[in-house]
């Protein structure tokens, strides 16, 4: 009976004593793989915008364009913002028009009589439908004599992403989840390490407390 109870208190001993070491490599690991799982994206991704950061047009567009890969939140009280700026400094009015289905938006600027060359800026802001993430960004084009006509007309967006010019046998995004996984893998290495050794452990100190071995006497 004392052999007995002596044994089980000696193990529920060795537990607790590893049981920081056993907690701390298992949350380790686990937050390893949390890490190198890539997260969801929730912010609105441009899949088209015109004009594009650089384009050389021959007067200011009547019209710039942008598309969505997923609908953008086009309520009466969403926090979208748009703004165009002239080489003068000046912020024009402009007219937002959203596709029904939030894919897409147009802005028509009131533009002034005549052209203003220089360089222009247009910044944008939209947020995710469902997620409210927002998204900004920032092109600058110049309008010069010299420039290409304006296009005026569009085709509606769909949401698609347009495929890339050259394909790849492995897209970057799936290579970083690749390495990321590999990363998570070679450090949670020495985790599993300790949490085996705790194991081997405590596996011989139960081997080692058997029937037919005697506990230590009491001097």
Request: charged share 20%; with cysteine.
């Amino acid at each position: 009976m004392l052999r007995s109870c002596y044994c089980r208190l000696t193990e529920r001993t060795d537990v607790l004593r590893l049981a920081p070491a056993l907690t701390l490599a298992l949350v380790s690991t686990f937050a390893l793989l949390a890490l190198a799982t890539p997260a969801a994206a929730q912010a609105p991704v441009l899949t088209e915008i015109y004009p594009a950061d650089g384009d050389v047009l021959a007067e200011p567009p009547a019209n710039l364009h942008l598309c969505f890969a997923r609908p953008v939140d086009n309520a009466d009280d969403a926090d979208f913002r748009f703004r165009v700026t002239t080489p003068l400094g000046s912020t024009l009015g402009a007219r937002i028009v959203f596709q029904p289905d939030g894919l897409g938006v147009d802005i028509q600027p009131g533009l002034p009589d005549e052209p203003i060359e220089g360089e222009w800026t247009f910044e944008w802001r939209v947020t995710d439908d469902e997620t409210k993430e927002p998204t900004t960004g920032e092109i600058h084009y110049q309008v010069s004599a010299d420039g290409e006509p304006p296009i005026e007309q569009f085709e509606r967006c769909t949401g698609e992403e347009p495929p890339p010019a050259t394909p790849t046998p492995l897209a970057e995004d799936d290579d970083d989840g690749l390495s990321g996984w590999l990363l998570a893998l070679i450090l949670a290495v020495p985790s599993v390490a300790v949490v085996c050794s705790a194991i081997v452990f405590l596996a011989r100190r139960r081997g080692g407390n058997a029937p037919g071995s005697a506990p230590p006497s009491d001097s």
